[in-house]
């Protein structure tokens, strides 16, 4: 079964600051990690996602298969910042997109 | 041009009616979804269908029926509607590609109140 853990609900740091955003995840074969970010009033979109090993928006994740973790960081956050953060997992081969729970990024000023 | 569209946006009725949400999507995408978005915010997969075909069906109370007439639309019809329905209902749409699930793409969502 396909598990998404996200153990913060709210997250609440000032501009500037860095952010870590926790997200571990259970399945039994290859993973394929995402975060979705929902910003205020907007759908929900794709941010990022693990194999393409970018960084968005100054945010940037890495798989740690030992760990099960796929936690989002950003170095300065920004106020535009403050959403909805969604950690999501795909199997390989897998149509089923699972998504954590969600955290609640506010920055402030 | 909207990529994936939703309608209604919001509906707002009363428990034991019976009630639809449309979706559409223009990007030629083989794959659809619905999701349901709790008001804890917790998004959980409902259904899912690749060329019109149901690949993914989950515990969902047969009140719940999906129905594809075409790769574009998937439209989702429940029937004595209660109270906990009431939820935003998210449609999305992907590409099919080997080696699992790619980008979703969502509608705007549909914020369904059952009174």
């Known amino acids: 079964a396909q598990r998404v853990t996200q153990p913060e609900k709210l997250l609440s740091v000032f501009k500037g600051a860095p952010v870590e955003l926790k997200c571990n995840y259970s399945y039994s074969g290859s993973p394929e990690l995402f975060w979705y970010v929902q910003y205020s009033r907007q759908r929900l979109q794709l941010l990022l996602r693990?194999?393409s090993r970018e960084s968005i928006k100054g945010f940037t994740a890495d798989l740690n298969k030992g760990e099960t973790s796929f936690h989002l960081k950003k170095p300065f956050a920004q106020e535009e910042d403050s959403a909805m953060y969604y950690c999501?997992?795909?199997?390989?081969?897998?149509?089923?997109?699972?998504f954590g729970k969600g955290t609640k990024l506010t920055v402030n000023p | 041009d909207t990529a994936v569209s939703q309608t209604p946006k919001y509906l707002v009725t009363q428990m034991g009616n019976d009630k639809s949400i449309k979706c559409e999507q223009n990007l030629g995408h083989d794959t659809m979804y619905w999701y349901k978005q709790d008001s804890k915010k917790f998004l959980k997969i409902m259904f899912s269908y690749n060329n019109k075909e149901l690949i993914i069906n989950e515990t969902v109370p047969n009140r719940f029926s999906p129905k594809s007439p075409d790769k574009a639309h998937l439209n989702l019809h429940i029937n004595s509607l209660e109270l906990g329905d009431s939820a935003v209902y998210f449609c999305?749409?992907?590409?099919?590609?080997?080696?699992?699930?790619?980008?979703?793409?969502f509608g705007e969502g549909s914020r369904l109140t059952v009174l």
């Open positions: 999305a749409s992907s590409r099919r590609r080997e080696g699992g699930t790619g980008e979703l793409f």
């Open positions: 999501a997992l795909s199997g390989l081969g897998s149509e089923k997109l699972v």
């Open positions: 693990h194999i």
